[in-house]
């Protein structure tokens, strides 16, 4: 069985201005859906996956849904709603 709760996930690194704007978007977003947001720092992570900087390295902040792309440099807010609701089978609260 599948698990049905997505996953959200926020690539940055520290200094990362825009990161720190796009992670107070999704915790509000996901706030809405019940959800936690997971952040990866790429530079602390590229110790075990250096393959991770360097696909997304250079585009930071990136968010992934459920480990796929799903945005970056800016929270493209009406299509992660859409998108988790559709997941979820229903809107945000």
Do not use: W
């Given at each position: 069985?599948?698990?049905?709760?997505?996953t959200?996930?926020?690539l940055?690194?520290?200094?990362?201005?825009?990161c720190?704007?796009?992670?107070?978007?999704?915790e509000?977003?996901?706030?809405?859906?019940?959800?936690?947001?997971?952040?990866?720092?790429?530079?602390e992570?590229?110790?075990?996956n250096p393959g991770?900087r360097?696909e997304?390295?250079?585009?930071?902040?990136?968010?992934?849904?459920?480990?796929?792309?799903?945005?970056?440099?800016d929270?493209?807010?009406?299509r992660l709603?859409?998108?988790?609701?559709?997941?979820?089978?229903?809107?945000?609260?």
């Open positions: 069985m599948t698990n049905p709760t997505p959200v996930t926020l940055t690194r520290a200094g990362c201005g825009l720190g704007i796009a992670l107070a978007q999704l509000t977003i996901c706030g809405d859906f019940g959800l936690p947001v997971h952040t990866v720092d790429v530079d992570a590229a110790v075990s991770l360097a997304y390295g250079d585009r930071l902040p990136v968010v992934l849904l459920d480990g796929r792309e799903h945005s970056y440099f929270v493209d807010e009406p709603r859409a998108d988790l609701s559709r997941f979820a089978g229903r809107g945000g609260k």
